[in-house]
């Protein structure tokens, strides 16, 4: 019924770089990032609601993930059509 | 799905582990190291929250210029009137203490050579310094080393009072779900503003703890200035500081002489406002212009002020080791996008701030407190603007740590009643247990997207919220209306949507006040713009509207600013 507000930003993770420091996990600021604690691994489980905010890839020190933005997934709501 | 139950209690609950949180827990530890502080985050103390997003420049107010100086200029300029001079006075004062303590804190405040500090000058009468970004993870160093506890990932759902006086408050944890009921003598909502998940960077701020301490019955003041709007690229959606100093319509003609004829501190809502009538005029879209030789023809510094902008000192403004890597990564992927394009549109941000607080940050409930982005302008303080910026770049960081202090030293006096807290009797958390876990026990109805969506719908184009008339809150209120009915059947999946549902529920909230305050103040002061009633009116305006939930009923009554007893008066 409603159209959607989940954004299409993409993380590209590369599992073999990381070593399971956490921080990644850490620095999510809205829950985006989920930790596998078994595998010391992070798991990227609601990108739907990624910020492409990059603070994850500023701190990842084994340069293990790369956020890409889609900025025009992005929403500006203005009344004209060319920003909608 | 099954979940623990726990009960536990401290002295004092700091819900919210942002700038703000981590600062009253530093303070209160360093004052009076006896008193058991709880900080209960949503996400992670000292990763989270805002502070480490932005710009990480604070604002800097030059020894030799005196409080009153800047006050008035504030108050005349920004404020409109509207504000509380006495606590801004207080904020002005304390500027160079609180840049003393967040180095004692371990967090680094680049200086010159000579140990002077970096000062970038910027606007009239305030020039700015800054703080690299990794400010909070320092702080929270400082406050784990002090003995404060800390529980990530476990967000603050409701407050409990007991008569007049703050109880504790319900949590659950947003990885397994586990009930917390949580006893304490002292509650300091720390949980940031309402920006109604929109503008990327800003959308951590949604409301819950707002919405949370309006159900509890605590007062909100100014809500009807919770709109604050950027000018953005289109592509890229990166905000533009200072942007509206360099509009350009269509027709290649420089509008912001429309608006402003110097240069003023910040983004006002009639720039906005003039992007808007561009619009509409046919006369779009509007990009932005940096033609050096024509330098001469932006808006001049105000008379007798130190506006300059800085030059070289600009150049060195990420010279901070930690935020350096984010904010290049920012910047690249945004240029990449932008493909050099200056093409312009709001960005709407929100920053509602409403929960009122007194010059101690305590709020109408005996023993509960609100510091930092969730009262901005319920503490008056600043008057006819939107919380951080407010017109006054600088301010959102510094006006967290000057409100975590302030209520830090009342709380370490035990000024408001430190006795123990009475027992939570079980049928009222029995009712908020089933409240807050109902949307996962439902099978089907509204998602909380739905509802952000509707939401959003009301408040983002700005003619509904920063260029408001009032045939147009109607349509918007009516949006809302249709977002209230939509969250009474909310179903959540997990944890994490849970926590969406709850937040959803409270943006629908703060619209909801925004609306019924901005219908009310029938004048236009300040960012608040009204089409209909486009003057400001010191007469009959020069109050605060003040919100409350009553037995389940939004209230509003107006309370008359005490102009007589500040130095400043309109004329
Ligand atoms: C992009 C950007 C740039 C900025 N630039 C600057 C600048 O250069 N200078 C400046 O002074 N200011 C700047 N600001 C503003 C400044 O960052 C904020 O004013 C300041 O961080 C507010 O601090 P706070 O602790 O009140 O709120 P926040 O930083 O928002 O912290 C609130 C914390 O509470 C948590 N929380 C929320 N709800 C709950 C709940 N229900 N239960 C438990 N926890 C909860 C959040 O996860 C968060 O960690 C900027 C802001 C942004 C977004
Ligand atoms: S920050 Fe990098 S190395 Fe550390 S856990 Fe995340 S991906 Fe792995
Ligand atoms: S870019 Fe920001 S919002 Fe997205 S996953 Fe990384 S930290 Fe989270």
Redesign the interface.
């Known amino acids: ?6 954004t299409k930003h993409t993380i590209e993770f590369d599992p073999s770089k990381c070593v399971g420091c956490g921080l990644c ?7 985006v990032i ?1 930790w596998d604690e078994e595998n010391r691994k992070p798991i990227f ?2 990108v739907e609601d990624c ?5 994850c ?2 701190q990842c020190k084994k340069e293990a993930i790369r ?1 890409v ?1 889609n ?1 025009a997934s ?7 059509p ?2 909608k | 799905m099954d979940y623990k139950k726990e009960n536990l209690s401290c002295d004092v609950l700091i819900a919210g582990g942002g700038v703000g949180g981590l600062t009253a827990a530093i303070e209160i530890k360093e004052k009076n190291p006896d008193l058991d502080v709880l900080i209960v985050e949503k996400q992670t103390t000292g990763y989270g929250g805002k502070a480490n997003k932005g710009g990480g420049v604070l604002q800097y107010f030059r020894p030799d210029m005196s409080p009153a100086e800047f006050v008035k200029f504030h108050v005349e300029n920004i404020g409109c009137y509207l504000g509380d001079q006495d606590v801004m006075y207080k904020y002005v004062e304390m500027n160079t203490e609180m840049l003393e303590k967040l180095i004692s804190w371990g967090c680094n405040l680049p200086k010159n050579p000579d140990g002077s500090w970096f000062v970038i000058p910027t606007g009239p009468m305030t020039s700015m310094i800054t703080v690299d970004l990794d400010i909070t993870l320092k702080m929270r160093q400082r406050a784990t080393k002090l003995g404060v506890r800390i529980m990530d990932k476990t967000t603050v759902a409701e407050f409990f009072v007991d008569g007049d006086k703050i109880a504790g408050a319900a949590a659950y944890s947003i990885l397994d779900g586990t009930f917390y009921v949580i006893k304490a003598k002292y509650v300091v909502v720390a949980t940031g503003s309402q920006n109604y998940r929109f503008a990327s960077m800003w959308s951590s701020g949604r409301g819950d703890g707002i919405a949370a301490a309006y159900r509890a019955g605590a007062e909100m003041r100014n809500c009807e200035f919770g709109n604050f709007t950027q000018i953005a690229k289109v592509k890229s959606h990166d905000e533009v500081v200072f942007g509206e100093n360099n509009m350009y319509n269509a027709k290649g003609e420089f509008i912001t002489p429309h608006f402003r004829s110097y240069r003023e501190t910040d983004i006002n809502s009639n720039a906005i406002r003039e992007w808007y009538w561009q619009m509409l005029a046919g006369t779009g879209p509007v990009h932005l212009e940096y033609p050096e030789r024509e330098q001469e023809s932006r808006p001049a510094p105000a008379e007798g002020t130190d506006s300059k902008e800085g030059g070289a000192a600009m150049a060195r403004l990420f010279d901070r080791p930690y935020g350096r890597q984010f904010r290049m990564l920012n910047t690249i992927s945004s240029q990449s996008a932008d493909q050099g394009s200056m093409e312009i549109c709001p960005l709407f941000i929100g920053e509602q701030s409403p929960i009122r607080v007194d010059g101690d940050m305590a709020t109408s409930i005996k023993g509960m407190y609100a510091i930092g982005d969730c009262s901005y302008t319920g503490s008056a303080a600043p008057g006819a603007v939107p919380a951080p910026p407010g017109r006054n770049r600088g301010s959102g960081i510094l006006n967290a740590v000057f409100a975590g202090i302030v209520c830090g030293d009342a709380i370490a006096a035990l000024k408001t009643c430190g006795c123990a807290p009475a027992d939570i009797p079980a049928e009222k958390v029995a009712a908020v247990e089933e409240a807050i876990y109902a949307p996962l026990k439902r099978t089907a109805g509204h998602k909380a997207k739905d509802v952000i969506d509707l939401v959003q719908r009301a408040v983002v184009p700005i003619e509904q919220s920063v260029y408001m008339k009032e045939d147009r809150m109607k349509k918007a209120e009516g949006i809302v209306a249709e977002a209230r009915e939509a969250s009474k059947d909310l179903c959540a999946e997990d944890w994490h949507d849970l926590l969406a549902c709850h937040e959803a529920e409270a943006m629908v909230t703060c619209a909801e006040m925004f609306y019924a305050a901005s219908e009310m103040r029938k004048e236009s002061r300040g960012w608040f713009l009204r089409e209909d009633y486009p003057d400001i009116d010191n007469k009959n305006w020069l109050k605060w509207i003040i919100v409350q939930n009553v037995d389940g009923k939004m209230t509003l009554h107006t309370e008359d600013v005490p102009i007589d007893k500040y130095p400043n008066k309109p004329e």
Request: aromatic share 28%; hydrophobic share 35%.
């Open positions: 019924m409603f159209p959607t507000i989940f996990y850490k620095a999510c600021f809205v829950d989920r489980k609601y910020e492409h905010c990059f603070y890839q500023s956020v933005p900025y992005e929403r500006l709501l203005q009344s004209f060319q920003y």
